[in-house]
């Protein structure tokens, strides 16, 4: 009688471990997923200063990291002091020119003398345009020695200390801006029907807020294996489609790797499908 009670427990504690991985009819397994914004100097350098730490919030063009600026400072300085020498000549050569002008106009130089002040003062602007050019290309080079965040972010990631060599477009700085956050989950063919571009979808996770709802922005022509972060016993074997959507509101509130269930509004609920 014993060992009828075991078989029969044990019978029941199977069949409650199977009903555990039955999802719910119009219930999916999925996980969180960023795209990062990974920032990286436009020409290589020795890090001089870091800016940000992980997990530090910045908003849009904030300081990210500076390399080296000792050559790059010292050419803008010449530049702008050759600018403002030449700005200098200009301003002579025309307060000349208007002298020689003056003096034509009463008949006491010739004009081949107007005309050679006048050529004077031509040169002085033309060097002067010249500068005004190599400042502008030094002040650029030296604004290129920092990165800055393109959008308002989280910093994901730090990956590099002051004082180490960072080459040209080598990723210093790994952002995750908010609207880069998504959610995939995973829909079997037979219920392919029941999602749509467009579609409102409600997001369940731990910790994650309880109206916590998203928008279908992707479905994958391609069907795929269910991927081994999902498996279960009763959906390893199953070819599904992969969805993609996006929170609605307050997008932070997901991690990336996340484990997230995405349920479809029920029927009543209809009219808010399309967001």
Known sequence: MQRLHSLLFASVAALLLAGCNDAPDGTYQGYAEGEYVRVGPVDGGTIDE???ARGDRVEKGALLFRLDLTAETAAAAQAAAQLAETKTA???????????????AGGNVAQAILDTSRAQRDRAGSRMLAAAAAHDQ????LARREGHAPTAAIVQDVLFRPGEFAAASQPVV??????NIKVRFFVPEADLGRVRIGSRVIFSCSGCPATLDGTVR???????????????DQSKEKL?????????????????????TVSLPLAADASGEAS
């Open 138 to 141: 030094a002040k650029w080079r």
């Open 218 to 232: 992707f479905i994958s022509t391609q069907a795929e294996f269910t991927p081994p972060v999902i498996y279960s």
């Open 174 to 179: 790994s952002l995750l801006p908010p609207e």
């Open 240 to 260: 599904v489609y992969m969805v993609e959507a996006v929170p609605n509101a307050t997008p932070e509130a997901l991690h990336p790797g996340q484990p997230v």
């Open 90 to 104: 200009l301003d002579d050569a025309q307060r000349e020119l208007k002298r020689m002008e003056a003096l034509r």
């Open 50 to 52: 870091i800016a940000v």
